[in-house]
């Protein structure tokens, strides 16, 4: 007789098994060297978190990968990725943070009118305020800007699962579920601004800024006129998880195993 636990071991030695062939058919690939950038005072564990949040979006996709830390550099990371396909996927989902805020539009209840410039917004920026720009759908369209609160009613880290919608042919979105004890806070705060407006930003870029017309609690979504490609790569790395940061691919060579 074949017990559970002959069976859950025999499970393992295959994963582990599995996993070591998977290593030993490697045939070389690409080798980044990233650098992070925050205004957090704990970089080391920025750092860390930014390794852990490589390797979960590399699980997620599929990619083999080996992130290290690099001695002489407390800010920077070797990933080794291990394969043969187009690199710039890679470097935009693998290696791009997106950072989500959600931080209100300062002076705008009922209605927001943008800034046509930089300079015009700054004769009105107040002390906890910053001016960030509003993505354009077309090219065409004229440069915009946004008064809002520096600090984030809700970011990344309060996110529980992201995922993929279409919204119609070609034109998809980012719809995201709230952790519990954040909806709660989300619903006090959105609660208490009806008719104001929220700007939802990515890397300090506005994607939209709809009005509050009701509470909202836990769940939202984001509406960027997003490629299939774009918005996955932002699920991807909503759902690896929340970084304060910025990283920059600053040495990218080839190796052979």
Request: aromatic share 8%; glycine share 6%; hydrophobic share 40%.
């Amino acid at each position: 007789m074949i017990t559970r636990s002959f069976v859950i071991a025999l499970i393992s030695i295959m994963t582990a098994s599995c996993g070591y062939i998977a290593k030993l058919s490697r045939h070389g690939g690409t080798e980044f060297t990233v650098q992070i950038s925050t205004d957090e005072p704990d970089l080391t564990g920025i750092v860390s978190k930014t390794a852990q949040i490589i390797e979960n979006k590399a699980n997620a996709i599929g990619l083999d990968v080996e992130v290290s830390s690099v001695p002489e550099f407390s800010d920077r990371l070797k990933v080794k990725y291990y394969g043969s396909q187009p690199l710039e996927p890679i470097r935009e989902t693998l290696l791009t943070i997106y950072r989500l805020e959600l931080k209100k539009v300062a002076n705008a209840v009922g209605i927001a009118r943008p800034y046509s410039s930089k300079e015009t917004a700054q004769a009105d920026l107040k002390e906890g305020q910053e001016i960030l720009p509003v993505k354009k759908v077309l090219d065409s369209e004229p440069e915009a800007y946004l008064i809002v609160e520096k600090q984030a009613v809700i970011n990344g880290e309060d996110v529980r699962n992201a995922a993929v919608i279409e919204r119609w042919k070609d034109n998809f979105a980012v719809q995201f579920t709230l952790k519990p004890s954040a909806a709660v806070k989300f619903g006090d705060w959105t609660g208490r601004n009806i008719h104001s407006f929220l700007a939802i930003i990515i890397n300090d870029e506005i994607q939209t800024y709809p009005i509050i017309n009701g509470q909202i609690f836990d769940t939202g979504q984001i509406e960027g006129a997003f490629t299939k490609k774009a918005a996955d790569d932002i699920v991807v790395s909503l759902n690896a998880g929340y970084l304060p940061a910025t990283m920059t691919i600053i040495d990218e060579k080839q190796f052979d195993n």
